[in-house]
């Protein structure tokens, strides 16, 4: 069982950064892949990013390329999402997730989510 809890969201203007965490509790967190979603109101839930196992190998949906960076630190349970340039359309609640396969823009299923954390991008 995993369990993760996001923080770091809040309210930012336009140009601004966030840096979200993801503290995963349970001994087997270097076993899961990584990654983080998003869902804007009215909107489905989107992939963002995600990080595999290593932390070698990284993938970010083209909207947040070059603005957003995804990493992961095994020895403390956490995985971030540091947030750069934000935009009034990167508004959204933000999901951690944990897989035990890779996760891709085409996953729809993971092994867990965490509640979101809110992210909102005033113009």
């Known amino acids: 069982q995993v369990q993760l809890v996001e923080s770091g969201g809040g309210l930012v203007q336009a140009g601004g950064s966030l840096r979200l965490s993801c503290a995963a509790s349970?001994?087997?967190?270097?076993?899961?892949?990584m990654g983080w979603f998003r869902q804007a109101p009215g909107k489905e839930r989107e992939f963002v990013a995600t990080?595999?196992?290593?932390?070698?190998?990284?993938d970010y949906d083209d909207s947040v390329k070059g603005r957003f960076t995804i990493s992961r630190d095994n020895a403390k349970n956490t995985v971030y999402l540091q947030m750069n340039s934000l935009q009034p359309e990167d508004t959204a609640i933000y999901y951690c997730?944990?897989?035990?396969?890779?996760?891709?823009?085409?996953?729809?299923?993971?092994?867990?989510w965490g509640q979101g954390t809110q992210v909102t991008v005033s113009s």
């Open positions: 349970g001994r087997t967190f270097r076993n899961y892949a």
């Open positions: 990080i595999d196992w290593t932390g070698d190998y990284t």
């Open positions: 997730a944990a897989n035990r396969v890779s996760i891709t823009a085409a996953t729809k299923f993971v092994d867990y």
